[in-house]
Nanobody
Framework: QVQLVESGGGLVRAGGSLRLSCAAS????????MGWFRHAPGKEREFVAA????????AYADSVKGRFTISRDNTKNTVYLQTNSLKPEDSAVYYC?????????????????WGQGTQVTVSS
């Protein structure tokens, strides 16, 4: 069982930045590929970014490419999402998730473990 706890969300003006963190506890963190998803009211849950278990590979949704950066520190059992140049449409609850399978990393059904989420609100 992997337990995930997100932090770092908040209220920020358009153009601002936030650094989201997701701390993991449980089995070996480096066994898991990690993803970030977001869910805004009235919209479906959306893939944001994913990182390979070793950190050697990353992937991003087109909507955040060039603005967001996913990273991980396996010595701290933590994955990060640096969000820059935030837009009002980035407002959502952001969730981190863990999976042992890299294939179909954009699909939320691929992930076995989820955090409780952290709210990001971007004002215009």
């Amino acid at each position: 069982q992997v337990q995930l706890v997100e932090s770092g969300g908040g209220l920020v003006r358009a153009g601002g930045s936030l650094r989201l963190s997701c701390a993991a506890s449980g089995p070996t963190f480096s066994d898991f590929h990690m993803g970030w998803f977001r869910h805004a009211p009235g919209k479906e849950r959306e893939f944001v970014a994913a990182i390979y278990r070793s950190g050697s590979g990353t992937a991003y949704a087109d909507s955040v490419k060039g603005r967001f950066t996913i990273s991980r520190d396996n010595t701290k059992n933590t994955v990060y999402l640096q969000t820059n140049s935030l837009k009002p449409e980035d407002s959502a609850v952001y969730y981190c998730a863990a999976t042992t399978s890299w294939g179909s990393y954009r699909a939320y059904s691929q992930y076995n473990y989820w955090g409780q989420g952290t709210q990001v609100t971007v004002s215009s």
